[in-house]
Structures are given as structure tokens and as C-alpha cells.
């Protein structure tokens, strides 16, 4: 499509979603704003730390970059308000341009450098919100781009999907999504419309930075290089725009390189690859099973 309007990104009361809704507002778009959090200071970080955004406030900031947020109140993890969510979408606006799945389960335990079963069971509720709530919002948002004959829906990854990183069910979960891109991007393939999954690297996000406080020796040096989510925003709405955007649909894409098609920088900056350093996107099949 030549000029992507309307755009839902889920989790995005802070962190990667709410720079991602961000970067997509400083471009003029509309942007559906959905996360949990009403009030700010209710959410905590690593250790109890209390974490800052809301909702209501990513949207205030989605308009003063220049585009228009729209907040939702709306659990991921709860499949009538999902699908109430893209209802309303739908009924307000007509069309959905952009979804990007964002929304995760953060669980307090996940950069401990422990083996899983020494973690809590819960850490594994990252394979509801974050994979199956990224099918059940995919599932909605296909319904509505199929029909309009244009779109593109959006995975947040990263390098976990292949290599050793937080665990298995971190692992699992960006695998998962990676999988989502692919397979996806077969059925909507008739309909122009596009799927991808973008592995985004070490971010500055409120948590990321009380990480570098908590585990300095991971964290401290990679938050030097780090990318602002805003990046992944513009690399989003990037693709969505480029009338040959097929020729990279259903791929794992990594932000930092696929930036350069389309000459984006961070900042001024290149960020890097992290490709030698934590391995390659995974080459898929082209077989088809049905």
C-alpha cells in the first residue's frame, strides 16, 4: 500500500510497543493503542521496581508526534475483548493497515540466569500472551485485510527464536512468532496482503534499563548500542509502504539490515547487526503441506 493509515500495535503502554506506536504516529498514522495498564505506577519492574506508562499516556504522546493515538483498555490474553477491540477498529475506522503483535507475559524471573525449573512455572504464560494472543489477533486482523485487499501484519521477535536466550519459553514464544510470519504469509499472499517478523535488537525500554541496573554485566554494555524502539516503528511503516513489499513477506527480518533498504537510520546511527554474534534469521521451506 502507498500510504499505510490506520495501525493497531498491542502491549504498548511502554517499552517496544510504545515506541513502535510511536515511530508509526511521527509518521501521520492513526495508531490503536492497547495494553493493561490504566494508571501509571501500577505495573512493576524487575525486583518490584515500579514501571512508568500507561495507555492513555502512549496515545497522548502518539498525537503529539504528530499522528493520532487512540487508547484500548484491553488484555491480550482475554479473547471476546480482542475481539471486541478489532470490532471497534473496524466500525471506527473501516480499515486496519498495520497490526504489529507486540503484547508478551514479562515474568519477574526471565534474565535470571537459572534453568527453567528452577524458574516458576508461570514464566511459561509467555506462550498465551505472546503467542497465542499474536495468532488470535492475526486471526482478527486477516478478517479485516483480506477484505480491503491490503495490509500487513507484523511479529516483534528477536535472536531468542534461534539461539539460547531467557529460556525455553522465551525461546519457544519468538520461534513461534517467527513460524506465525511464514506460514501466514502463504495464505494472505493472494489478498496482498504481508506478514514479517522482525528481530529487533537490545532495545532501550524502561525494563532493558533496570536490567542493565539489576545485571550490569550483562546488560550495560549492549544498552550502549541500543535501539530505540521508534526505529522498529519506522522500519514498520517502511515496509508497509513499499509497493514491493511481497518480496520479503513471510521472511525473519532483521531490523537493523532491513533498514538499510529503505536508508532508515536510529538516530543518525546505524545500530548493528548482531548476526555473528547471536546467529542468522531461520531459512524455511518452501514445501507446502495442505
Known sequence: MSNPKIALVTGASRGAGKGIALGLAEKGMTVYVTGRTKTVGTDKGWHGTVLPGSVAETAQLCTEAGGKGI????????????????????????????????????????IEPKPFWEKELAAQRILDVGLRSAYVASWHAAKIMTEQKSGLIV?????????????????????????????????LEPFNVQ???????????????????????????LMAVAESPQFTGHIVHAIASDPKAQEISGKVLIGAEIASRYGLKDEGKEPPSYREMLGSPPEFSQAKVY
Open 71 to 110: 487508547p484500548v483498555i484491553c488484555d491480550s490474553g482475554d479473547d471476546t475483548a480482542v475481539a471486541n477491540l478489532f470490532e471497534q477498529i473496524k466500525s471506527e475506522q473501516g480499515r486496519l493497515d498495520i497490526l504489529f503483535n507486540n503484547a508478551t507475559f514479562i515474568h519477574h524471573q526471565l
Open 155 to 187: 511479529f516483534g521477535s528477536s535472536f531468542g527464536g534461534t539461539c539460547y536466550m531467557h529460556g525455553p519459553a522465551y525461546g519457544a514464544q519468538k520461534a513461534g512468532v517467527d513460524k506465525f510470519a511464514h506460514d501466514m504469509s502463504i495464505d
Open 195 to 221: 506478514a514479517v517478523s522482525i528481530w529487533m535488537g537490545p532495545l532501550k525500554t524502561e525494563r532493558a534499563l533496570q536490567a542493565a541496573e539489576v545485571h550490569p554485566e550483562q546488560y550495560k554494555e
